[in-house]
């Protein structure tokens, strides 16, 4: 099984790297934001990509375009906005080619949007976002807390009331944002979600350590706060009967992913959460999973295809 999912891995490594020859008309002709390696700030530090992101990436793509060109449609709807909680440089560099990428705020300014919005905690990624953005009104840079200016800032712009809609991507490092991020957005019906679950940061650093009470109290709020309640130990771990006493062990990451869609349906209150896709790395191993959530049916069905279509190892999508 374990070989398996390697071979997986190289086809699909493989296939990406046609897909990319195919779209880009050669696999030594850089694509039109290739330029926008001249504009990165001095010192800014750029993430090192695996294929998993370039897959989310082909993803945030996919909708993006669909969004806009849908929204851009219904006349009732004053303004729509991309939103980026954590933005990063706004560039990444392929660990497949070896080569300047674009991350998703580049990709979202592909695209017809009324505003963008974009949020990073690290000052030279949020002026290398400023200087990609350089000369355009409709963008707005953040060099703050993802959830405080989110819920502070920009969510208080997107009022259903008021017809203004939002895609908003919530994409971290760690176990983030707060729970409040998701369950606001929920609540306000006006904002759609890519967002990820930190689940191999969640093992490492809580999950895997033997039991919650040999977890940090640093590393527990932070699972607590991001998943909104303490709900989250009766998920992680089952009783057993040992030869002594009862023994805790962790449960499997798929009941995790579950209980954490089901959060979202049932305590945050969106409507349509499709099945989360797990993205794996070059051994098979599940670094995070990918969750959309929203209020509008046309948005899920379009969401479930684009998902669904890399769902079985990518072998449809590359």
């Known amino acids: 099984m374990h070989l398996d999912r390697i071979r997986l891995s190289q086809i699909m490594r493989r296939r990406f790297l046609k897909a990319n020859e195919r779209q880009t008309g050669g696999p030594n002709e850089r694509s039109a934001h290739r330029s926008a390696k001249e504009r990165t700030v001095p010192d800014v530090r750029l993430d090192e990509v695996g294929l998993w992101t370039e897959i989310k990436l082909r993803i945030i793509r996919d909708y993006?375009?669909?969004?806009?060109?849908?929204?851009?449609?219904?006349?009732?709807?004053?303004?729509?906005?991309?939103?980026?909680?954590?933005?990063?440089?706004?560039?990444?560099?392929?660990?497949?080619?070896?080569?300047?990428?674009?991350?998703?705020?580049?990709?979202?300014?592909?695209?017809?949007?009324?505003?963008?919005?974009?949020?990073?905690?690290?000052?030279?990624?949020?002026?290398?976002?400023?200087?990609?953005?350089?000369?355009?009104?409709?963008?707005?840079?953040?060099?703050?807390?993802?959830?405080?200016?989110?819920?502070?800032?920009?969510?208080?712009?997107?009022?259903?009331?008021?017809?203004?809609?939002?895609?908003?991507?919530?994409?971290?490092?760690?176990?983030?944002?707060k729970w409040k991020v998701v369950q606001t957005a929920g609540g306000m019906r006006s904002i759609e979600l890519f967002i990820i679950f930190m689940i191999m940061h969640a093992n490492r650093n809580v999950l895997l350590r033997g039991s919650p009470e040999s977890v940090s109290e640093t590393e527990i709020a932070k699972m607590t706060a991001f998943w909104g309640d303490e709900s989250w130990r009766d998920v992680a771990y089952r009783k057993r009967q040992g030869l002594f006493e009862e023994i805790l062990e962790k449960t499997r990451n798929e009941d995790m992913a579950v209980a954490y869609r089901e959060r979202l349906r049932e305590v945050a209150g969106f409507e349509y959460v499709p099945e989360p896709l797990p993205m794996k790395n070059s051994i098979g191993a599940v670094v995070y999973y990918l969750y959309f959530a929203s209020q509008n049916a046309t948005g899920y069905k379009v969401a479930k295809k684009i998902l669904d279509k890399y769902r079985e190892g990518g072998a449809d999508s590359v």
């Open 64 to 177: 993006s375009a669909a969004y806009s060109r849908i929204l851009k449609k219904q006349t009732i709807i004053r303004h729509f906005a991309y939103i980026d909680g954590f933005a990063g440089a706004g560039q990444h560099i392929s660990k497949t080619t070896g080569d300047l990428i674009d991350g998703s705020p580049v990709i979202a300014l592909s695209y017809e949007f009324s505003h963008y919005h974009f949020v990073d905690l690290d000052g030279k990624r949020a002026a290398n976002l400023r200087q990609i953005a350089a000369g355009r009104d409709d963008v707005s840079v953040y060099e703050g807390d993802c959830s405080s200016v989110l819920l502070d800032q920009v969510f208080p712009e997107y009022r259903f009331e008021d017809y203004r809609r939002a895609l908003c991507l919530l994409d971290p490092y760690d176990l983030n944002p």
